[in-house]
């Protein structure tokens, strides 16, 4: 290995954590974008846009920021062998689309 190869903590450069942080990105990205359609339809729908707005872009900030330590865990957890779901992400994720969808309705219904 010479001083410009990526320095990977498991033996896989390709396996989970990679295809993992690459498709929590795409989701941080069609969060971003779900925000900037709901900032298009403030004018027409009103103020309520805004909590779906900050929904959004509250969600991709957390996945943002909490990136770096999914992929160590589970970059080690290859290492060890033994790699545990991140139930509390999927949860928290599901949260907020059934969130995003609630108040999307009341937007609409009231609006």
Same mark, same amino acid.
Do not use: P, W
């Given at each position: 290995?010479? =001083?410009t190869d990526p320095v990977f903590p498991h033996q896989d450069p390709g396996l989970q954590p990679e295809r993992t942080v690459m498709s929590w990105g795409r989701t941080t990205l069609a969060l971003c974008v779900a925000a900037m359609v709901f900032a298009r339809w403030l004018p027409h729908y009103g103020i309520g846009m805004l909590v779906l707005i900050s929904l959004?872009?509250? @969600? &991709? $900030?957390g996945i #943002?920021?909490?990136?770096?330590?999914? #992929?160590?865990? =589970?970059?080690?957890? +290859? *290492?060890?062998?033994? +790699?545990? &779901?991140? *139930? !509390? &992400? !999927?949860? @928290?994720? =599901? @949260? +907020? !689309? +059934? $969130?995003? $969808?609630v108040v999307g309705l009341l937007v609409i219904i009231t609006g």
């Open positions: 290995m010479n =001083s959004c872009l509250l @969600a &991709a $900030g #943002y920021f909490t990136q770096r330590k999914r #992929y160590k865990e =589970s970059s080690h957890g +290859i *290492v060890r062998e033994r +790699i545990h &779901a991140d *139930v !509390v &992400a !999927v949860f @928290a994720m =599901s @949260a +907020i !689309v +059934i $969130g995003l $969808g």
